[in-house]
């Protein structure tokens, strides 16, 4: 038994002669505000406006970037550019060493390992809540935030190049 295999499977449909449905909305959208501008504008500033407009949505409609629609490639840098970038960069500071734990018993649970457990609990909430540990020295609470967290700007360059300012954020 044979089956028929699709082969073309990323081509648009044609629909509207040689045109597929969003090929012909983006000049039809294009010609329609063309034909606006031509009653309520001045001829030269029509002339101008219509070749903009006519441009960009031929450009919208035909061009593909990488394979990718004009639209989508033009979405994305718009996404790019308008959310906002955060770098974090993670300490060179050594790591700390760790504390081995007392064997456990071979039926379950030491009392050893149940204080070291909660003792790890009690300092990672202390971290993620920002609190100071009983060995800190207690400081008014402008001072913790301020040793917590430090805000630089600092230029770095990607892998393309480009150099761009962004904000390095020092947890600590």
Same mark, same amino acid.
């Given at each position: 038994?044979?089956f028929?295999?699709p082969q073309?499977?990323?081509?648009?449909d044609?629909?509207? #002669?040689?045109?597929?449905?969003?090929? /012909?909305?983006? %000049?039809?959208?294009?010609?329609? $505000?063309?034909?606006i501008?031509?009653? *309520?504008?001045?001829t030269?500033?029509?002339?101008v406006a219509a070749?903009v407009?006519m #441009?960009a949505?031929?450009?919208?409609a /035909?061009?593909k %970037?990488?394979?990718?629609?004009? $639209?989508?490639?033009?979405?994305?840098? *718009?996404?790019f550019y308008w959310k906002?970038q955060t770098?974090?960069?993670?300490?060179?500071?050594p790591?700390a060493?760790q504390?081995?734990?007392?064997?456990?018993?071979?039926g379950?649970?030491?009392l050893?390992?149940?204080?070291?457990?909660m003792?790890?609990h009690?300092?990672w909430?202390?971290?993620?809540?920002?609190?100071?540990?009983?060995a800190e020295?207690k400081?008014?609470e402008?001072?913790?935030?301020?040793?917590?967290m430090?805000?630089?700007?600092?230029?770095?360059?990607?892998?393309g190049?480009?150099?761009?300012?962004?904000k390095r954020?020092?947890?600590r």
């Amino acid at each position: 038994m044979q089956f028929q295999v699709p082969q073309f499977i990323d081509t648009e449909d044609k629909v509207v #002669g040689p045109f597929s449905i969003r090929q /012909f909305l983006f %000049i039809g959208i294009g010609a329609i $505000i063309s034909a606006i501008f031509y009653f *309520f504008v001045a001829t030269w500033l029509f002339v101008v406006a219509a070749l903009v407009l006519m #441009g960009a949505s031929v450009a919208l409609a /035909f061009v593909k %970037i990488n394979g990718r629609p004009l $639209i989508k490639v033009a979405t994305a840098a *718009f996404n790019f550019y308008w959310k906002p970038q955060t770098y974090i960069w993670k300490s060179e500071a050594p790591v700390a060493t760790q504390a081995k734990a007392a064997p456990s018993r071979p039926g379950g649970f030491s009392l050893e390992g149940m204080v070291a457990g909660m003792a790890l609990h009690k300092s990672w909430e202390n971290l993620q809540t920002g609190t100071p540990s009983p060995a800190e020295p207690k400081l008014p609470e402008r001072q913790v935030v301020e040793k917590k967290m430090t805000q630089r700007y600092q230029v770095i360059q990607k892998l393309g190049g480009d150099r761009q300012a962004a904000k390095r954020v020092d947890y600590r």
